[in-house]
């Protein structure tokens, strides 16, 4: 959902900036982390974030979450369609995950972005919770206009059969909710767009030892079945082919089926690995499809990594459970250039792609497990390179020095270079103790920044690790300070200085509010 709104924003001149991502799934942050560098990621249950009841006041955690966003423009959410879905025979309509689209309707309560998109399976509406109405009325009771919608992907550009539910919230200053959701989904793009051939027609005969490209292994009995289809040139397998349970009348015709290259497929689910699970035979090759496919077939750019997905299970999870980035880039579209006019914000200008990852080469995986410190130091390449790095501040820098100034002109008293957490060795570069922030200010070189980094040409392969482990680190950092109460707030060395200090203020003094608040 976050790609396809980043891609809305590009095509507009804009920039997208995420204050807050959260997914209980480790290897779906990691893998958001490593494709939105800027994001600041936080892992476990959204509902020990957003923990309030509706109507309630806000809680300890809303606030601080609250403060730590700022302004919210656009919250874009896919709570869990398991309980929901029409394949789920056994607790369908009655799983306890399915309270956790309301956390979307509390989200938008406590955050109060101007554009909520909630997404979710068709039948979200049968709900034994009756789970849409209560969240039509939540966002009516704090003031949006709601609409909801089933959109069919295919007629989006989607190479795939599928059927997604919309809600749409929009505050009074936007056009109508159900104008825009009509924008979006009711203009159907051209014929030939969403077939197989022209999606993943490229990739036919790829050889790689890369996960993403590796079909699954077949049972010997599917893989006799798969052969069957290819030597009868046949696309569905007959009753005397198909397992004793499958041979009954029943409604899930395309198991055990064959993609065709001229139509879309049918919905990728987590089991595109397995033909017993959905018509998920590669058109020409005799195989089900790759993960790298099915991503294609999700409308995921090849550039979208996941290497950080734990074995085949893990990818085949995020890759069918994700939302095809083609439907929130037709929401975006419709409703970015009325939001950024609504907020008179000005469309930034487009120095680098939104869409480039951080500056991480994709061959450099192998150094994201070892620790630096089982290296020896490279020797520098030249005396002028030695002389250089000897005389780099680990503090005190330049933009820590310019930044304490204006916070201590501003009235505001803190703590140099120590950690927040007692006998961590993880300082921060400025201290709030009692409104519990820790401010950090990052290199652009030692810390990854999406604009300025680069890789040094001598010594390459210690340097990349050396570099992936710093940001590793920093989002390590994040997280734990995040679970241990504090508010974290990173600036880029290259900021201003006057613009990063008004963003220290505004946090330090309301966290200072809320405490004293709390405490009365």
Known sequence: ???????????????????????????????YQDNFARARVLVGPVENVINGGLGCEATWSEQMARLACGPVHFLVGGPPCQGHSNLNNHTRGRDDRNVLYLRMVRAAAILRPSVVVIENVPSVVRSHEKIIESAEMARRDVGYDVATDVARLESLGVPQRRRRHILLACSSDLPRARELLRQAVEKPVHRGMNDLWSTIGDLVGVKSSDKIDAASRTSPENARRIDWLFRHREYDLPNTERPDCQRNDHRYLS????????????????GFGSMGQGRYVHPSEPRTITPHEAARIQTFPDFFRFDRAEGARSLATLIGNAVPPALMLRLGLAVLPYLIE?????????????????????DCSQYRNTSVADRDTPNPSSEDAGRRMRIV????TAPEIALRSILHRRGLRYRVDVSPIRGSRRRADILFPSARVAVYVDGCFWHGCPLHATWPKANPDWWRQKLVRNVERDRDTDIRLAHAGWTVLRVWSHEDSSEAAERVVSVVRGAHSFVHDARR
């Open 1 to 31: 959902m976050t790609l396809g709104v980043i891609e809305a924003a590009r095509r507009l001149g804009a920039r997208v900036d995420v204050p807050l991502a959260m997914d209980s799934d480790p290897d779906a942050a990691a893998v």
């Open 255 to 270: 198991m055990y089926g064959r993609l065709r290259w001229d139509k879309p497929a049918q919905t990728i689910t987590t």
């Open 342 to 362: 609504s907020a008179n914000l000005r469309p930034a200008p487009v120095q680098l792609d939104p869409l480039a990852m951080a500056p991480i080469p994709k």
């Open 393 to 396: 501040r680990q503090r005190d």
